[in-house]
């Protein structure tokens, strides 16, 4: 019983702000986007969105800004949203709905997974963040 409890504090005293460190540590180097989204914090998401809110709502019903609003958006048709937004060629030309996987392609270069897309963003290079944006839109 001593044991654990100490074990316990270990771990709650080895947590950072938000727990990423733990996470990576968790999941190890060979991580795939499955034991990413496994160990994925929405609330962290939340977060990690503020980079993307100057061109994107979430809420339901919220308005197109530079982006479409993205409320939904995970099982949804790729550039099948808000009627009114005026999505590139490059987009539309892509089948399929938005899967974990496809948002993760998307997220990671969104010029690469669409070449000539409007979304003028770098995208994220890091895994885990990529992971918690995604449980972030999936909540949402
Ligand atoms: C500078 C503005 C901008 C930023 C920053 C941005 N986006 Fe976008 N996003 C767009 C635009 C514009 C489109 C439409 C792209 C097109 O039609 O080619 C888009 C499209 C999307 C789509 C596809 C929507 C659909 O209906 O198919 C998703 C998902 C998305 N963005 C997620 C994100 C996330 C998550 C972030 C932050 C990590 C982000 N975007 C950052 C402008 C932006």
Known sequence: M??????VALL???C??????????????????????????AGRGRKLFG???ACHTVRAGGQNLNGPNLH???????????ARFGYSAALQAKQG?????????????PQRFA?????????ISDPLDRADVIAYLKAN
């Open 2 to 7: 001593r044991a654990s409890i100490g074990a």
């Open 12 to 14: 709650l005293a080895g």
């Open 16 to 41: 950072g702000d938000d727990g990423a460190a733990e996470r990576r540590a968790a999941v190890g180097a060979n991580a795939k986007l499955a034991d990413y989204l496994r160990v994925s914090d």
């Open 51 to 53: 980079q993307c809110a």
């Open 72 to 82: 939904g958006v995970v099982g949804r048709g790729i550039a099948q949203g808000p």
């Open 97 to 109: 709905t938005w899967s974990a996987e496809g948002l993760d392609a998307w997220l990671a270069s």
């Open 115 to 123: 070449p000539g897309t409007s979304m003028m963003f770098a995208g």
